[in-house]
């Protein structure tokens, strides 16, 4: 679908959204597997070469068996949701151009690209594709204009990971506050939690922000970022995906768990104190 359908689309899922507003968006992890995306570092560097058997999991307290891991293996679904309200002119328009064009580039034939662009509106997203000319052609064609709606660009964002195979990013940019959506930032946290999405947030030091990106990248395993200006938009994509290769994807089948409600994961590497960071837990659903 592409064009103003996906904009009628991705608009009037926020509009459902919102009407339902004693309802959380709803994306639950299959009970019967659920899949951990891990990163593990030491001194901030990506830790290498562990296997499976270096792995404990725990799922409300219990100790599971992890069954499968991958590193760099599985095809990326990688959503680029970029803010492009009229702060967005000029300069800073043409580095998140090339950072976004220099993302393209680092990307294989197995992998998938969306994008999405709303200011206080949705503006014209691409759906999963592997077609890469015609993002770079959108990207080519940007007019900033209007204020930021950050809260529902991001729901959007989300509407659009979900792929059958792969591994779900979701890179948001924004340089401004947000003032005009419509969803809680609550309830879109809430939603981000349900999928296996990763999130990473990036934004410019000194624009004053509240915490929801910060909670969003948290809560689903990826990473708030804070640059020094737009000039560090090329070099931060091209950090984040590559990143995102290297994290440890884990599955495991829950043993021993209630099969509903929200589960807290934790993730441990015996032996060794990393820093770990994946996501908080899974709703098994009721």
């Known amino acids: 679908m592409k064009g103003p359908q996906m904009v009628v689309l991705a608009t009037a899922t926020v509009v459902a959204a919102v009407g339902a507003a004693d309802q959380v968006p709803t994306f639950r992890a299959q009970i019967d597997s659920v899949r951990v995306d891990a990163l593990v570092t030491e001194d901030r560097r990506v830790v290498r070469g562990l296997r499976v058997s270096d792995f404990e999991i725990t799922d409300n307290g219990v100790p599971q068996q992890v069954d499968l891991m991958s590193v760099d293996e599985m095809p990326l679904n990688v959503v680029m949701a970029f803010d492009l309200s009229d702060s967005m002119t000029g300069e800073r328009l043409e580095n998140l151009r090339t950072a976004a064009r220099a993302l393209l580039d680092g990307l294989r034939r197995e992998d998938h690209v969306a994008l999405l662009l709303f200011n206080d509106t949705l503006q014209r997203p691409f759906a999963l594709t592997r077609e890469l000319s015609r993002v770079r052609a ?70 004053r922000q509240n915490d929801f990106l910060k909670d969003l990248s ?69």
């Open 138 to 207: 959108a990207l080519g064609d940007l007019a900033p204009k209007g204020l930021t709606a950050l809260v529902d660009g991001v729901y959007a964002g989300l509407t659009l990971t979900g792929s059958d195979t792969g591994r779900d990013l979701l890179l948001v940019f924004s340089d401004g506050v947000d003032t005009v959506s419509l969803l809680p930032p609550a309830r879109v946290v809430e939603a981000a939690r349900r999928t296996n999405v990763t999130v990473y947030g990036v934004t410019i030091r000194g624009v």
């Open 218 to 286: 948290t809560s689903s395993g990826g990473r708030a970022v804070e640059i020094q200006s737009a000039t560090d938009l090329q070099t931060t994509f091209v950090d984040i995906l590559d990143e995102f290769r290297q994290r440890y994807v884990l599955s495991f089948s829950p043993r021993g768990v209630s099969r509903t409600g929200w589960h807290r994961l934790e993730v441990r590497v015996k032996g060794r104190r990393p820093t770990i960071t994946a996501r908080q837990g899974y709703d098994a659903g009721s």
